[in-house]
């Protein structure tokens, strides 16, 4: 049972460069988002998709973009990383949208650091 | 203010020892409740919903208290295993449906 499984788990990137964090879900959900997570902030949402071909934004979209080709898969990409970036990004989906029944399944994280 | 707030912790407790969380929340709009729990460098995952009436689930009992605007969480007999960051989630209905995340207590549960 794969659930959301997320790649790269981990990335070292320099101040500028581009990269492409890839989501994919093998449970049929229409419901996806990318968050992140840094200390003393809570998780965060910065893009989410309610289904295949659509995208929105969430609370910091702000140097992210995102696309949802297919229905199971949702990536995020960062076109010139800068150290605010850091963080550790979660990708989840759900059935119902947001807090229908509150329960986002989780990737296990891909964690960023920005030189 | 934070829309959702929670003592970040730690709360160092022996095993056996019964301890309670609480997170309180400021949109009195919010509708639905929630517990996640973080397992240190892991993803959250869903503990239980917070029902008006209350909830238990075995030795966790959640509850939501709408007038004061707090959801509390009550760990009985605390096990090594419990050892964790535990999130408070709010749902907040409206022209965007969304849920936000308090920052998380962490407890320690000490053999």
């Known amino acids: 049972n794969a659930g959301v499984t997320q790649t790269p788990k981990f990335r070292v990137l320099k101040t500028g460069q581009s990269m492409t964090l890839l989501c994919a879900q093998d449970m049929n959900h229409e419901y996806m988002y990318w968050y992140r997570q840094d200390p003393g902030m809570g998780l965060r949402l910065i893009h989410y998709?309610?289904?295949?071909?659509?995208?929105a934004k969430g609370e910091v979209p702000d140097g992210y973009n995102v696309s949802r080709l297919k229905k199971q898969n949702f990536l995020l990409g960062l076109e010139s990383a800068a150290p605010s970036q850091t963080s550790v990004y979660f990708c989840?989906?759900?059935?119902?949208?947001?807090?229908?029944?509150?329960?986002?399944?989780f990737g296990e994280g891909s964690r960023l650091t920005v030189l | 203010r934070k829309e959702v707030e929670q003592d970040p912790g730690p709360f160092n407790v022996p095993e056996g020892a019964t301890v309670a969380f609480n997170c309180t929340y400021s949109n009195s709009a919010s509708q639905s409740f929630f517990w996640y729990r973080q397992d240190c460098r892991k993803e959250p995952k869903l503990l239980m919903s917070?029902?008006?009436s209350g909830n238990e689930d075995g030795r966790f009992t959640a509850q939501l208290n709408r007038a004061s605007q707090y959801i509390s969480l009550l760990i009985r007999d605390s096990k090594l295993s419990d050892s964790a960051t535990y999130l408070c989630?709010?749902?907040?209905?409206?022209?965007?449906?969304?849920?936000?995340f308090g920052t998380g207590t962490l407890l320690a549960v000490q053999p």
């Open positions: 989840a989906s759900s059935r119902q949208l947001a807090g229908g029944t509150g329960e986002l399944f």
């Open positions: 998709s309610v289904g295949e071909g659509t995208t």
């Open positions: 989630v709010v749902n907040i209905w409206g022209a965007t449906n969304k849920l936000i």
């Open positions: 917070v029902y008006s």
